[in-house]
């Protein structure tokens, strides 16, 4: 029997912005190869993707157009998530952004409040659906998507790490609010991770690869995969004693300060003006 067996898990971000495995696939893959029947959320059809990498390893999953921002569409898709599958016991919340550069003095307010809506503001968002839904199947497990930036300060752009750092306070928050309805709230936060997100940016090259890889004790370099096993952890009722964490995925960078520096580089980004998929 897999670990995830009779429960269904919602993935955030389910697609990719380029070729390759995302956090948010990579994550999907794994829940569902461990048991659990997984609705993917996006708005990009390379979400279809991640279905026929679900289904060919003999998982069972459904694609679901969501624009996490949209209030109104993520009650409507969370209800036809539960109509489809009969419940609702995990959420991996992975959307987001890089945002904007700069600091507060030049920062775009537009771009700064599309930032803090598609990183920080859909996390509310999907949890308020989720969470009713969890009470009735009786337990559930929230995943919140943080990072390096959110641990640490030194960020370069203030939007991106300002929004890491809330859900940090966010997920710290929530798990204690809902601890008592046997609902987990947890964080992962990856570091220097090579995604499919950062391999589609410019003067991403070996050189630089190399140095990211640097900038942690192990000397390796993260994939989404790393990130994908921090998930599937928290997400499994074998951790039911652990809420209210944040992980690091991120080979012991958070002890390099060297490392905030570059991480914008993993950052997500903004396709169509929506919010699609993260990292």
């Not at 809506?117 to 969890?134: G, K, Q």
Request: glycine share 12%; with cysteine; proline share 3%.
């Amino acid at each position: 029997m897999a670990a995830l067996d009779g429960l269904v898990a919602v993935v955030t971000g389910a697609g990719s912005v380029g070729p390759g495995v995302g956090n948010g696939r990579a994550a999907a893959i794994r829940l569902a190869e461990e048991g659990a029947r997984v609705a993917l959320l996006d708005m990009e059809s390379s979400v279809e993707d991640t279905l026929d990498m679900i289904q060919q390893r003999g998982g069972e999953a459904a694609v679901f157009r969501c624009d996490v921002t949209d209030a109104e569409m993520v009650e409507q898709v969370v209800a036809a998530t539960v109509a489809h599958f009969g419940r609702l016991d995990i959420l991996f919340n992975n959307v987001g952004i890089a945002g904007p550069p700069g600091t507060v003095v030049d920062v775009d307010l537009e771009a700064w409040r599309r930032c803090l809506d598609v990183n920080l503001t859909s996390m509310v968002l999907t949890s308020r659906a989720c969470i009713p839904r969890m009470r009735k199947a009786g337990a559930g497990s929230i995943i919140n998507m943080s990072s390096l930036a959110g641990l640490r300060g030194g960020h370069a752009a203030v939007a991106y790490a300002t929004t890491k750092g809330a859900v940090i306070s966010l997920t710290q928050a929530m798990a204690s609010q809902h601890g008592r309805e046997s609902i987990r709230v947890n964080a992962v936060a990856p570091g220097l991770v090579y995604t499919p997100m950062v391999s589609t940016k410019s003067g991403v090259d070996e050189a630089t690869r190399a140095l990211r890889a640097s900038l942690n004790v192990l000397g390796t370099e993260g994939t989404a995969w790393d990130v994908a096993e921090a998930v599937l952890y928290l997400a499994d009722p074998r951790s039911r004693w652990v809420t209210g964490v944040v992980l690091p995925v991120d080979a012991g960078a958070a002890m390099h300060s060297e490392a905030i520096e570059v991480s914008v580089t993993e950052a997500g980004a903004t396709r169509g003006g929506r919010a699609a998929g993260a990292r």
